[in-house]
């Protein structure tokens, strides 16, 4: 079960870098291209849900994202916040799936604290370039 929280973090974090390296048409659709990669490369190591993958890891990084705006010291519990939110309203008709957004969040949140500071200094470095 570790592992595989590890992998979710490592998922998004890739998926963080990946949307920072390009060229977006739009905030949704780099992130969405960059979700949908690094699934596709998770599936070639492990029998995974691609599109739930993708889904779940939207609505994780857009949560970061969303939680991080007019704030300077981003914490867990905000983007945990966020993305039950997001978890919450993608998935209105379907409780269960939910549920396993929104625990999906707070298994990567918890093992994410160092990563959220990292991306809060990455960001604030951009808005100083």
């Known amino acids: 079960m570790a592992q595989n929280k ?52 939207f609505i994780k990084t857009k949560s970061i ?3 991080h705006k007019g704030v300077k010291d981003l914490k867990a519990d905000r983007f945990i916040d966020f993305c039950n939110n997001e978890c919450n309203a993608v998935y209105k008709e379907d409780p269960a799936t939910s549920k396993k957004c929104a625990e999906s969040c707070e298994a990567d949140a918890k093992e994410a604290e160092v990563f959220l500071d990292k991306v809060v200094a990455y960001m604030q470095t951009m808005k100083q370039a």
């Open 6 to 57: 590890t992998i979710a973090v490592a998922l998004l974090l890739a998926t963080l870098v990946a949307v920072m390296g390009k060229e977006p048409e739009t905030l949704e659709e780099t992130l969405r291209a960059g979700c949908k990669e690094e699934c596709s490369e998770q599936k070639k190591k492990a029998p995974i849900d691609e599109k739930q993958c993708e889904d779940f890891c």
């Open 65 to 67: 994202f969303e939680a």
